[in-house]
């Protein structure tokens, strides 16, 4: 009796089976990797109605859309791939079909395979799949570190070397370029839509793990954190060399491209670049001087709101100048000093001043060679109002010189 019932099974089966199939897969969202493909039957006219879900017979058709590409698998193994746009006929299928084949070939053909379907108590013994890839580019792939990101900024001007901490946020694209790797490793024979959401939280970790690597490639180069969405492409070269072999060989994935919304830094870091940075400006005396002008005009208005009275504002302003060092127009003094051509004869060093005769080293008031006088711009002297000058009028309150 159950002899009876497989051959009756396998026979009804064997018969079903020989329509050829057509499959055909909708538009693939971006949300949607992949699809398991599934045959195109009308209820209402189709009469291959009672065919096995997984058997694809010989001379089927596959319609592969653009941005798709469709991969046959026999028994767990990838058999086909198709990745050009149009009709793909499959004519190498185990299953023989009559309407392919030829009515003498087909019956030879389908009598082996009956054969073997009774064997197994009437089931085909065989599964055959087809599923659609979505091939384009994957986009708006949003990421965001929950963790500071070391990051070495290097400013050669400054002398600046500091290790810093970014936290930053963007969008990344991605391209399944080998579909054979990403149905091995990544999807298998699924039965439901593979969505990006299954895959998208490994690859947002690695890719912020690959960040710090490529950070560091960029500050190597003296490029500022604030400057890094200006290098993007450079930034994604450094990930695809990094990410190679776990997205791209490994899955078959390929990133694509990658935006950074923004790049900030704790408030501690933002001020100690400032700090470093203003610290740097005062180098130039220039820039010193204006400085401290704009801090003295300031000062002065204070003082002259001082709730205690103008006058003991002005009192407190004259101590702080007075323990303040050298003063604005010493500055300017300084600077011009620099860059204006030298009188003749050469003047002042450490190591004494030289005289036009040549002899240099004097260190008085005379030259120790021939009894030429110092240059009255390099004798030192003190104005009343407490101001060290070098020229014949004080700096300061305009006294003439007193020998």
Avoid at 30 to 59: F, M, T, Y
Avoid at 233 to 248: F, H, Q, T, Y
Wanted: aromatic letters at 8%; hydrophobic letters at 40%.
């Amino acid at each position: 009796m159950g002899l009876i019932r497989a051959a009756t099974g396998a026979f009804s089966s064997q018969l079903a089976d020989q329509w050829r199939d057509y499959f055909y897969a909708e538009s693939l969202p971006i949300d949607i990797l992949a699809v398991k493909g599934q045959k195109r039957i009308d209820p209402g006219r189709s009469s291959n109605i009672n065919a096995s879900e997984n058997i694809i017979s010989n001379g089927s058709i596959l319609a592969i859309a653009d941005g798709q590409c469709a991969m046959i698998v026999e028994q767990g193994k990838v058999v086909e791939l198709c990745v050009e746009t149009g009709e793909f006929i499959w004519d190498t299928s185990t299953e023989p079909s009559v309407f392919r084949e030829g009515l003498g070939r087909g019956i030879s053909e389908s009598i082996k395979v009956l054969g073997r379907r009774i064997s197994f108590g009437g089931d085909t013994a065989k599964d055959q799949r087809i599923y659609y890839f979505n091939i384009k580019e994957i986009v708006d792939n949003r990421f965001g570190s929950t963790a500071p990101i070391p990051f070495r900024m290097i400013d050669s001007n400054i002398g600046l070397d500091m290790d810093l901490a970014v936290r930053c946020n963007g969008t990344y694209s991605f391209k399944i370029n080998n579909p054979v790797l990403f149905y091995a490793n990544v999807t298998g024979n699924i039965e439901a839509p593979y969505h990006r959401s299954q895959l998208q939280p490994q690859l947002k970790t690695e890719l912020l793990s690959a960040l710090q690597p490529a950070f560091a490639q960029v500050s190597a180069q003296g490029i500022r954190y604030s400057q890094i969405p200006a290098h993007t492409s450079e930034i994604a070269g450094v990930l695809k060399e990094i990410l190679s072999e776990s997205w791209m060989e490994l899955r078959g994935i390929e990133l694509v491209s990658i935006g950074f919304n923004s790049i900030s830094l704790p408030p501690e870091d933002e001020n100690r670049i400032k700090s470093v940075q203003l610290n740097a400006v005062m180098r130039d005396t220039n820039m010193a001087a204006a400085t401290l002008v704009g801090a003295q005009s300031e000062a002065m208005k204070a003082a002259g709101a001082n709730e205690g009275g103008a006058m003991l504002g002005f009192m407190g302003l004259g101590m702080a100048q007075a323990a303040g060092g050298n003063n604005a127009a010493q500055l300017f003094q300084m600077e011009q000093g620099t860059t204006a051509s030298s009188p003749a004869p050469s003047p002042a060093t450490p190591n004494g001043w030289s005289c036009a005769c040549g002899q240099a080293g004097n260190l008085g008031k005379f030259c120790q060679e021939c009894g030429s006088p110092a240059p009255t711009a390099l004798q030192e002297w003190r104005c009343a109002c407490g101001i060290v000058n070098r020229g014949k009028f004080c700096q300061e309150c305009g006294n003439s010189r007193q020998e």
